[in-house]
C-alpha cells in the first residue's frame, strides 16, 4: 500500500484540510492532527488516479459503499445472534452501532475505539487494521461464530454453559468473552468420535482423551472438511487448537481441554466365584479336552474375575492360546476383569495406560489383548467401562 505521507503533495493539502477542521480556531491538540493526518492517508488510499482531492473523493465513496456493506451485514448479525445472556457480546454489538452513527470519513476514517468492544473473538483483528477494516474483520469473523452457533440446538448451548459454570465457579453470562470457541472446541471434539448427531456437547473422560489424540496426532481429519469448506475461519481456529494441544504432554490435559461430566456411576455386582469342587471338576475337564473344547470350557463355564485369574495361574499355556481365548471371551466379562483389577490390586488400566509393563501375569495377557484393539474399539470399551464401578465390598 502507498505511503501517501511521503508525497510530497501530501502536506498542503493535509494543511488545506486541516484548516478546514480548525474553522477559525488556531490551536489543535498534537495527538489530533496527528489521527487527522492518519485519516486523511487512509481515504487517499482507498482513491484511484487523478489529483488529491479527486483521490481524496473517490476514497470517501468507496468508503461509503464499504460502510453500506458492512452495515447489512451487521443487520444480519444483529437478526441471527443469539447472546445467551452473555453481555459482553451483547454490549459490544451496541457499540458497534455507534461506529456506523459517528464514522468520520473526512477526519477520523483511520480511528479505532477498541475500549468498548468487550467481546473478544476465537481470531483477534490483526492489530494494524485500522478504521472501516477493523470492523469489516471483525463483523466477518463474527458473522462466521453466529451462523455456527445458530446451527447448534440452543438447549445443548446451555446444558454446557451450565456445566462449564460448575467446572470454574464463576458466572458465564459476566465472564465469557468469546463462547463460539467454548462450542465450536466440543463440536469439533464430537465429529471426531464419530457422534455427527448429538443430544450433548459435553463428553466423558474417555471421549475427551479419544478426540484429544486425534487433534493432537493427524493435521486435518478428514471428518472435519465439510465444515472447513463452509468458512476458512472455521479452519484456522481448529489450526489454534492443534497449537494449544500439541503443547500439552498429559493425556489427562484432555479433561481441562473439552468441558466434560462424570455421570453417576452404575454399580456392577460381580458374579460369584465357583465353588472349589465345580472349580475343580472343570479343571478336570479342562486337562483332558483339545484345543477348542478348552476355549468352549472357559468361556462358557467361568463369569467371576478371581477364578479366571486362578485357572490362569493353574493351566499354563502357549501365548497363542491365549491370544485366541482373549478374542472369544464376552466383551461383558472384559469390562469385569478390568474394573476387578483396577479395585483387587489397584492398577491403573485404561485407555491410555496400556503400555505399562505388568507384573501380574493375568493383567500382562489382560492388556496385551486391550493393546491389540483397533484403537477406535478399545476407546468405545472404556467409555462403557467408565460408566461402571463395583459395589463396595464385593470381595475382599
Given at each position: 500500500?502507498?505511503?501517501?505521507?511521503?508525497?510530497?503533495?501530501?502536506?498542503?493539502f493535509?494543511?488545506?484540510?486541516?484548516?478546514?477542521?480548525?474553522?477559525?480556531?488556531?490551536?489543535?491538540?498534537?495527538?489530533?492532527?496527528?489521527?487527522?493526518?492518519?485519516?486523511?492517508?487512509?481515504?487517499?488510499?482507498?482513491?484511484?488516479e487523478?489529483s488529491?482531492?479527486?483521490?481524496?473523493?473517490?476514497g470517501?465513496?468507496?468508503?461509503?459503499?464499504?460502510?453500506?456493506?458492512?452495515?447489512?451485514?451487521?443487520?444480519?448479525?444483529?437478526?441471527?445472534?443469539?447472546?445467551?445472556?452473555?453481555?459482553?457480546?451483547?454490549?459490544?454489538?451496541?457499540?458497534?452501532?455507534?461506529f456506523?452513527?459517528?464514522?468520520d470519513l473526512?477526519?477520523?476514517?483511520?480511528?479505532?475505539?477498541?475500549?468498548?468492544?468487550?467481546?473478544?473473538?476465537?481470531?483477534?483483528?490483526?492489530?494494524?487494521?485500522?478504521?472501516?477494516?477493523?470492523?469489516?474483520?471483525?463483523?466477518?469473523?463474527?458473522?462466521?461464530?453466529?451462523?455456527?452457533?445458530?446451527?447448534i440446538?440452543?438447549?445443548?448451548?446451555?446444558?454446557?454453559?451450565?456445566?462449564?459454570?460448575?467446572?470454574?465457579?464463576?458466572?458465564?453470562r459476566?465472564?465469557?468473552?468469546?463462547?463460539?470457541?467454548?462450542?465450536?472446541?466440543?463440536?469439533?471434539?464430537?465429529?471426531?468420535?464419530g457422534?455427527?448427531?448429538?443430544?450433548?456437547?459435553?463428553?466423558?473422560?474417555?471421549?475427551?482423551?479419544?478426540?484429544?489424540?486425534?487433534?493432537?496426532?493427524?493435521?486435518?481429519?478428514?471428518?472435519?472438511?465439510?465444515?472447513?469448506?463452509?468458512?476458512?475461519?472455521?479452519?484456522?481456529?481448529?489450526?489454534?487448537?492443534?497449537?494449544?494441544?500439541?503443547?500439552?504432554?498429559?493425556?489427562?490435559?484432555?479433561?481441562?481441554?473439552?468441558?466434560?461430566?462424570?455421570?453417576r456411576?452404575?454399580?456392577?455386582?460381580?458374579?460369584p466365584?465357583?465353588?472349589?469342587?465345580?472349580?475343580?471338576?472343570?479343571?478336570e475337564?479342562?486337562?483332558?479336552?483339545?484345543?477348542?473344547?478348552?476355549?468352549?470350557?472357559?468361556?462358557?463355564?467361568?463369569?467371576?474375575?478371581?477364578?479366571?485369574?486362578?485357572?490362569?495361574?493353574?493351566?499354563?499355556?502357549?501365548?497363542?492360546?491365549?491370544?485366541?481365548?482373549?478374542?472369544?471371551?464376552?466383551?461383558?466379562?472384559?469390562?469385569?476383569?478390568?474394573?476387578?483389577?483396577?479395585?483387587?490390586?489397584?492398577?491403573?488400566?485404561?485407555?491410555?495406560?496400556?503400555?505399562?509393563?505388568?507384573?501380574?501375569?493375568?493383567?500382562?495377557?489382560?492388556?496385551?489383548y486391550?493393546?491389540s484393539?483397533?484403537?477406535?474399539?478399545?476407546?468405545?470399551?472404556?467409555?462403557?467401562?467408565?460408566?461402571?464401578q463395583?459395589?463396595?465390598?464385593?470381595y475382599?
Open positions: 500500500m502507498k505511503n501517501e505521507i511521503l508525497d510530497l503533495a501530501f502536506y498542503p493535509f494543511m488545506e484540510k486541516l484548516q478546514e477542521r480548525l474553522s477559525g480556531s488556531s490551536v489543535m491538540p498534537i495527538d489530533e492532527a496527528e489521527r487527522i493526518q492518519q485519516s486523511i492517508a487512509f481515504v487517499l488510499e482507498n482513491g484511484n487523478g488529491l482531492p479527486e483521490r481524496f473523493e473517490q470517501k465513496e468507496q468508503l461509503k459503499q464499504r460502510l453500506a456493506r458492512l452495515k447489512t451485514l451487521y443487520l444480519t448479525i444483529k437478526e441471527n445472534y443469539q447472546s445467551f445472556g452473555i453481555e459482553s457480546l451483547e454490549e459490544s454489538l451496541e457499540e458497534i452501532w455507534h456506523f452513527t459517528t464514522y473526512d477526519y477520523g476514517a483511520a480511528e479505532v475505539d477498541q475500549a468498548f468492544l468487550d467481546y473478544q473473538l476465537a481470531e483477534a483483528v490483526p492489530a494494524n487494521y485500522v478504521g472501516i477494516e477493523f470492523y469489516e474483520c471483525y463483523l466477518h469473523n463474527l458473522a462466521a461464530e453466529v451462523f455456527f452457533l445458530k446451527s440446538p440452543s438447549v445443548q448451548i446451555y446444558e454446557l454453559l451450565d456445566q462449564y459454570q460448575q467446572k470454574l465457579g464463576f458466572d458465564y459476566q465472564d465469557v468473552n468469546n463462547l463460539f470457541e467454548i462450542v465450536y472446541r466440543q463440536m469439533i471434539g464430537k465429529l471426531l468420535i457422534k455427527n448427531q448429538n443430544t450433548t456437547l459435553l463428553f466423558n473422560r474417555i471421549e475427551a482423551q479419544y478426540a484429544f489424540g486425534r487433534i493432537k496426532n493427524e493435521n486435518t481429519p478428514p471428518e472435519l472438511n465439510q465444515l472447513f469448506e463452509r468458512s476458512d475461519y472455521y479452519h484456522r481456529i481448529y489450526q489454534q487448537f492443534q497449537v494449544t494441544v500439541r503443547q500439552l504432554k498429559e493425556a489427562e490435559s484432555a479433561v481441562h481441554f473439552f468441558i466434560t461430566t462424570a455421570p456411576k452404575k454399580q456392577l455386582e460381580l458374579p466365584t465357583m465353588p472349589a469342587a465345580a472349580f475343580n471338576r472343570l479343571l475337564a479342562y486337562s483332558a479336552a483339545d484345543y477348542e473344547e478348552k476355549i468352549r470350557l472357559i468361556t462358557t463355564n467361568i463369569s467371576a474375575p478371581a477364578d479366571f485369574e486362578e485357572y490362569l495361574n493353574l493351566s499354563p499355556e502357549k501365548p497363542e492360546f491365549y491370544k485366541r481365548l482373549f478374542k472369544e471371551l464376552d466383551k461383558n466379562f472384559i469390562m469385569t476383569l478390568v474394573l476387578y483389577f483396577r479395585k483387587e490390586y489397584n492398577y491403573r488400566i485404561d485407555v491410555e495406560n496400556i503400555d505399562i509393563k505388568a507384573n501380574n501375569d493375568t493383567l500382562h495377557l489382560l492388556k496385551d486391550l493393546k484393539l483397533p484403537k477406535k474399539e478399545r476407546f468405545e470399551l472404556f467409555a462403557i467401562i467408565d460408566e461402571y463395583l459395589v463396595p465390598n464385593d475382599s
